[in-house]
């Protein structure tokens, strides 16, 4: 099995930045890919970005994807070592609001989630 716990995400202006960690623990090696979606009230959850394993030595770092809506503005990155991947959000607009949910995709396994953490962008 695999957890993931979340951790980051609050309050920001316009323009603004924040970063958003997700630390996986458990079966690590079998995880396939780790990200984020987001859910707005009212909103289908989206994918925002993902980070895919390396297939050759099961730790991530094979290839990103970013929702269109982001490329530009959010970095996913990961640090193998602890097990985390980080979000860092920059230039962030009022439609970014949303709870943004950390995954865990694992092979055979389906997902596992995260609790969820609000961002909200607001003057």
């Known amino acids: 099995q695999v957890q993931v716990v979340e951790s980051g995400g609050g309050l920001v202006q316009p323009g603004g930045s924040l970063g958003l960690s997700c630390a996986a623990s458990?079966?690590?090696?079998?995880?396939?890919?780790m990200g984020w979606y987001r859910q707005a009230p009212g909103r289908q959850r989206e994918l925002v970005a993902t980070?895919?394993?390396?297939?050759?030595?099961?730790?991530?770092?094979?290839?990103?994807y970013y929702a269109d809506s982001v490329k530009g503005r959010f970095t996913i990155s990961r640090d193998n070592a602890k097990n985390t991947v980080y979000l860092q959000m920059n230039s962030l607009k009022p439609e970014d609001t949303a709870v943004y949910y950390c995954?865990?995709?694992?092979?055979?396994?389906?997902?596992?989630w995260g609790q969820g953490t609000q961002v909200t962008v607001s003057s």
């Open positions: 458990g079966s690590i090696f079998s995880i396939s890919a």
């Open positions: 995954y865990a995709a694992v092979r055979g396994a389906g997902a596992s």
């Open positions: 980070i895919t394993s390396d297939e050759a030595n099961l730790t991530l770092g094979g290839s990103t």
